[in-house]
């Protein structure tokens, strides 16, 4: 019989934080789940310390996986390879320098039968160095409003890793995820299940532990990749809506959030050079949209449009001393 859970680790230099990731899923207390580690050509010790730790764990043995890319492939390439090999009927997907509650098997999967779901959504920690925050997930009373509640006001929150989702969800070609977008890519696959899913259904209660605190994860940086990665997603998703004759009907609020996207890097990137190499990108969306941002997303957006790059560059840097001065009044 096929295992009732699946939990995939894509596992990349994360000597720091993987046994406190692991240690946090062997410990689940529901007992029928497989555990399928992907070694993405890791250059530490992260696989030997799986192994280490699963000699604590001799009842887990039987359940784990780990399957070894012969080149480092990115993220979402090692999630692929872990989808195609899981056999639950449904998947927890979990990062390396995470961890989660010793029940959150338990508590997901039952609710996940009682409601015959296809998608369970929980809330979550958010874990810096100075404090722990958590954050709650939105989740329509009518499954047929949340991908419009995702176009419309972006309201659910985009990671896959606060939500038990059925495989067979994962296994429409639809939400596959590129090899090549590695930033975005749970916002790919999360736009698509919504789409396709009959039922989702919210446990009020934070089981996931997301680590803000690892200087190497991709969310903490802003490069050239991500600038790429926003341009796929979008080019992908237009194709996805147009497909499913959806682009019409939400051509506004796509504008909107392509537009979103770009400020976001324009404010959070440290480049000069790529403020002015991706000026135009989304121009002619932004100007159906730009009156629906704030005073400082405004005159970011209109200084790059008036190509003011040194003013944009000091802005930035403003922006940014703001930030750090709140961050540090809330410690």
């Not at 399957?67 to 480092?72: K, P, S």
């Not at 990665?229 to 809506?241: G, I």
């Not at 976001?264 to 050079?273: A, E, F, K, P, R």
Request: include cysteine; charge should be neutral.
């Amino acid at each position: 019989m096929n295992p009732k859970v699946s939990i995939l680790v894509s596992v990349y230099n994360c000597s720091t934080y993987i046994t406190k990731c692991a240690e946090s899923l062997f410990k689940q207390s529901f007992e029928d789940i497989e555990f399928i580690f992907v070694d993405d050509v890791s250059p530490d010790d992260s696989i030997e310390k799986i192994l280490k730790l699963l000699d604590n764990f001799p009842v887990r043995k039987e359940q784990v996986k780990i399957i070894h890319h012969g080149v480092n492939r990115g993220t979402s390439a090692s999630r692929n390879t872990a989808l195609d090999a899981a056999n639950g009927d449904y998947i927890l997907v979990v990062d390396c320098d995470d961890y989660i509650e010793p029940d959150t098997i338990e508590i997901l999967y039952k609710k996940a039968i009682e409601e015959n779901a296809d998608i369970v959504v929980s809330d979550f920690y958010l874990e810096s160095e100075a404090k722990t925050v958590v954050v709650h997930d939105y989740v329509s009373e009518q499954t047929k409003d949340l991908f419009r509640e995702f176009m419309q006001f972006d309201r659910c929150i985009t990671v896959l890793w606060n939500k038990l989702i059925r495989r067979t969800l994962y296994q429409k070609p639809d939400c596959r995820v590129p090899e090549q977008l590695n930033f975005l890519d749970d916002k790919h696959v999360i736009a698509r299940i919504y789409y396709f899913a009959t039922k989702v259904v919210k446990v009020d209660r934070a089981f996931y532990h997301y680590n803000k605190t690892n200087p190497i994860a991709i969310t903490q940086t802003r490069t050239k990749s991500h600038f790429e990665d926003v341009l796929l997603f979008w080019r992908l998703f237009d194709t996805f809506l147009k497909e499913h004759a959806e682009f019409n009907k939400y051509k506004f609020f796509i504008n909107k959030q392509k537009v979103k996207s770009k400020v976001s890097l324009l404010i959070d990137t440290d480049s000069y050079s790529l403020r002015k190499e991706y000026a135009d990108m989304f121009y002619e969306e932004e100007k159906t949209v730009i009156n629906e941002f704030k005073a400082a997303e405004k005159l970011m957006l209109l200084l790059i449009r008036n190509k003011m790059f040194i003013l944009a560059h000091l802005f930035h840097k403003v922006l940014i001393i703001n930030r750090d001065i709140k961050n540090l009044l809330k410690k």
